[in-house]
Structures are given as C-alpha cells and as structure tokens.
C-alpha cells in the first residue's frame, strides 16, 4: 500500500457530501498518462468482447470482472487517490465485489432514442429481501472515467441526488422515464464519481460523437458474497495482503463474518498509519 | 416434498416471528427422530473431543455438520420445519451455518455474572450504517432441542423477546444480571425455536445432571457469505435442485444477486404448488 494514500483521506467536506447526496465526485483522480494506460487496455478488453459477442461497433459494452483481465486494472484497486476515501466511508473490513466495464458508443446514426433509461438501485435481490427502512448501504461503487463527459447528452451518468434514502422512490414501471430531479454528472476525463449502492441512477444514450469509457470498482462489506466469479486468483502469489484481502481473500475459519486481523491487514494498515480513531466509527456502532 | 404443503408458516406464527424475533414449533422431530440425531451427535462428539483433544467435561461447539452424517444433510429441508423457513423469507435461500452444541451437565458453576448477550453475525452488526432499530434481517436460525430443557439451569437458551427491533437490551440497574424481558426458553426434546437473526440471546450454564444438546440451522440469503468457509460444491451430484441450492449452488456470482431459474429451484417449487402470488416479492 503506498504511503501516498495518507494525503488522500476522506474530508469532512466529502463525508457530508456523500452522506446527503448519496455521490461525491473526485476530479483528477488518474492523471492523463495513467488514464492512457487504462484506455489502452481496456479498449483491449473490450474489442475482444465485442468480437467474441459479434456486437457491432454501436452496441453497449459491459463486462464484468475485468480486474483479473490486465494488470493495469489491477493497480486501481488501491489506488491512493481513492481507497483512503472508501475506507473513510466504509471502514476496514471491505473486499471488491464486483467489477464492470462500460462503454458506450455514440448512437446509430437515425436510432439516437435507443437506449431507454433503465433507473435502478443496484445489487438486485437485496433491495427486495431487506425488509427494513432505509435499507442499509451495503456497497459503494467508485466509477472512473476514462472519457470527457463534460456536456450532457454523452451517455452521461444520470442520478437523482440524495435518493439514496428513499427505498422505493421509482415504482418498477416508471423506471423508462426521468424523474423529476434527474441530473447527469459532468465530469471530464480521468475522475472517478464514488456513489451510494441505493443511489437511484441510469445510463443514458450517446449523442455525441465520442464513446463515454467508464470502469466501475464496486466495494462491498466482506460479508457479502461477490457479484462477480473474481476471476483474480492468478494475482495472489505476487501482491501485498492488503490487495489480497481487497480481492476477497480470506484466511481463518470464519474470515467473513468474524474476521481475524490476518484476514483484514487493512485494518492494521490504517490503524498504525491514519490512527486507531480513524476506524472508531467500526468500532462503536 | 408434498408433505411440505402440510406445515406452511401460519399467520400466528409469522406474526410471532415479526413481533417477538421467535416462535416455537413443538414436536418437530419425532421420539425416534432425536434418539437418531443424538447417535449421530454422540459419533461427531467422540471424533471432534479426539480431534481439538477436548476434554468430556466441557461445552462442546463444532460447526460445519453437513458431511458428518448423513442425518445432518437430511436436516437442511425437514419437512416439518423448512416450509416455514422460506415462508418468512422467500425463495432465494442457502443455508449459511450449521451447528451442533453439547452442554454436559454441571458444565459451569452458576457464575453470578452477566451471560454473553449478542445478535447473530457478528461484523454486519457493526458495519451496517443505519440504526440498531432499523437493521435488516438477513438470516435466521432453526434451533432443534435434543435434550429436555424444560426446566431452567439446563444451560437454557435465553432470549429477550421482541429486541430484535426494539434497538438493543437494556439492563433497569447496574447490578442487574439480566436485562430487562430476558427469559429462559424452556422446550421439551423435538422442538424446534425459530429465531430472528437480531433477536438477542444468549447461553446460559447448565447446573443440573442433565447433559443439554441443541442443534442450530442458519438459513440466510443467496448473496450473504456463510459463517464458516463451509465449501459443499463437491455433494451437489448427490443433491436434489432443492437442497442443491440450500448448499450453495449458484450458477455465477450474479445469479445469488440476480437469479436465473437454474440458480433458484425453490422458488419453481413454490411458484408450482402455491402459485405464482407466493414468490412474487
């Protein structure tokens, strides 16, 4: 874990933004050569699904559990910038459970309207099976740009600001259209935008001319079980544990649930860097 | 399984279940049913002590029972017992814990201290960012009493009805032992306690000459990880779709968050015998 990761801690500023509104945007989260590099692979990545999918060059592209697919990725786990505000808004005990790459083309020439909105809080069955109000977080997704999304109408990012609290605001056959509050998140390239799992949001159609490029890293608690395979094991025997404990690995008995301090060196990392009162939110509950 | 359709949840017990955290089913396990279990338990007991080299007169807590006698798997889906389980929380279930305890007799002396309160699932209770009052379930347990407990110093399992919701156990003084609505649960050998995750409770010592036995079931949701690294893929050739599932099957990691048929036989089971009404949530 770099030691750069302490200039990066979650401000109070940030904490309340992301508490209110469910999402806190971080510009300047990846310089320019890194968000190259990222580019560079994850347009590997995605010509090769596309092939193997026979999808033509206007179809949206989604795939998931990408981390194991190029090191670079890879490098965004804990990545200084951002991790220290994960852990300032989840604690310690946390794992990546879901990973997705998003590319979004420009529109078929004539058929701009054809991707609907599909508003949606994520991780599924949990928002059905969780019968108490407001349903807790859970996971929190950090979303890079690789992409200027500066101007609406470029398969922006679409959210209702601090409807992370209202557990059924959409009814399942109103999620086509907008609501009311609707805004698209302007950001340009090379930010990541943190958002609350229970955070009403949508992609939306690109009328523009420039594909929008967005990696999505999703955190959980380490007591949920991932969404993807995490097809990532091919990493363990050459990173540091604090990254294996980030891909969902585990070494006691019940590592999950009742974690033992091998299990979660991430804990001890904050603890004996940022100070034990940084996770005593974790503690006290 | 059509014997499932005769011990559906009832509404009291569902009721029950949402306002006190518990309900008590009686005679879930026949006479022979427990003579049976006890056997399997006295087998399990014997290799767990010469394992952890244990010694007889202690509490005896080993998890993980699936593959330690057959009578154990034939536990996951009773039919007296598991059409209650997915009546209070649906279709998309595995089972995430299982555990046997044997209590012998005069295990501890009656220590004038408080006993070791707690909810079920230890970090989640922690790292769930919303109120005490407002957690969400997640799992439950089925408790199957071995052993007659109905009188109070069998080690019994103490309860305070009613705090699973209610944000907590609170003790009227300082010097209390126990809190506020605690009681001893007091059950006869076959019964069955179904309780709430949340519910608080606790163990209690065992001042009598009678060894208390208790076997725990956790049922949980498909996207919760088990409490142990409980990994059963290598009994799914042996196991109906049903109980295939309640091991743990899935066909990928989003099929425990967003299922495909394949990944939920229960719920066609359900949908087949109750209709479409009852798995509709």
Not at chain 1, 54 to 83: A, C, H, N
Not at chain 1, 245 to 261: D, I, R
Not at chain 2, 76 to 103: A, E, R, S
Not at chain 2, 225 to 239: C, E, F, G, I, V
Request: some cysteine; proline content about 6%.
């Amino acid at each position: 874990m770099d030691i750069a990761s302490l200039d990066y801690t979650l401000t109070e500023l940030e904490r309340i933004t992301f508490k209110e509104e469910g999402y806190l945007v971080v510009e300047e989260a990846l310089p320019p050569d890194v968000c190259d590099d990222l580019e560079e692979a994850a347009d590997k990545v995605g010509a090769g699904e596309r092939a193997a999918r026979g999808q033509t060059p206007y179809d949206r592209l989604s795939v998931m559990d990408f981390i194991g697919k190029d090191d670079r990725f890879l490098e965004l786990i804990d990545w200084p910038r951002i991790l220290p505000k994960v852990w300032g808004l989840m604690g310690w005990n946390i794992q990546i459970y879901h990973s997705h790459l998003v590319y979004s083309p420009p529109e078929e020439p004539g058929n701009v309207s054809s991707t609907k909105r599909g508003w949606h809080q994520d991780s599924g069955r949990p928002n059905v099976e969780m019968e108490s109000s407001p349903r807790p977080m859970l996971s929190l997704k950090v979303c890079y740009f690789l992409s200027d999304c500066m101007q609406d109408g470029m398969a922006n990012f679409y959210v209702v600001p601090g409807s992370h609290l209202k557990d059924d605001m959409i009814p399942r056959d109103q999620r086509q259209v907008d609501p009311d509050d609707a805004t698209p998140v302007l950001v340009p390239r090379g930010s990541a935008v943190f958002f609350d799992r229970r955070l009403w949001h949508t992609a939306s159609p690109n009328g523009s001319d420039v594909t929008r490029k967005a990696l999505f890293y999703g955190y959980s608690y380490r007591w949920l079980r991932p969404r993807d395979n995490m097809t990532v094991e091919h990493y363990f025997d050459r990173i540091d544990p604090i990254r294996k404990q980030l891909l969902g690995h585990t070494v006691t008995e019940k590592g999950y649930s009742s974690p033992m301090p091998e299990d979660v060196p991430l804990k001890a990392w904050i603890e004996e860097h940022q100070g034990v009162e940084a996770m005593a939110e974790w503690e006290q509950r | 399984m059509d014997v499932w359709k005769e011990h559906l949840l009832t509404a009291e017990e569902q009721k029950g279940f949402e306002t006190d955290g518990y309900f008590l089913v009686e005679n879930a396990l026949s006479a022979g049913h427990v003579v049976r279990l006890c056997e399997a338990m006295d087998r399990c007991e014997t290799e767990a002590r010469d394992a952890k080299g244990g010694e007889a007169e202690k509490r005896l807590n080993q998890h993980d029972l699936i593959e330690r006698d057959p009578s154990f798997m034939d536990m996951i889906d009773l039919p007296t017992t598991f059409p209650k389980v997915w009546g209070l929380m649906g279709w998309n279930i595995h089972l995430f814990h299982t555990q046997m305890v044997i209590t012998p007799p005069h295990t501890q002396e009656r220590i004038e201290k408080r006993l070791g309160w707690h909810q079920d699932n230890n970090r989640m209770n922690k790292d769930f960012e919303t109120s005490i009052m407002s957690h969400p379930r997640v799992s439950m347990k089925v408790a199957y009493f071995l052993s007659d407990t109905r009188e109070v110093g069998r080690a019994n399992f103490y309860i305070v009805p009613g705090s699973h919701i209610s944000g907590g156990v609170q003790f009227a003084n300082e010097d209390d032992l126990m809190p506020e609505g605690a009681l001893p649960t007091q059950v006869k050998p076959g019964d069955a306690l179904f309780f709430d995750r949340r519910l608080w409770h606790a163990a209690s010592a065992n001042v009598t000459d009678v060894e208390r036995r208790v076997l725990f079931y956790g049922y949980s949701y498909r996207w919760l990880q088990t409490k142990s690294n409980m990994d059963l893929a290598h009994l799914y050739d042996q196991a109906d779709p049903i109980r295939r599932q309640l091991l743990g099957h899935a066909t990928s990691g989003n099929g425990r968050f967003s299922p495909l048929e394949e990944d939920v036989p229960l719920r066609e089971w359900i949908r087949e015998n109750l209709g479409e009404e009852a798995v509709a949530a």
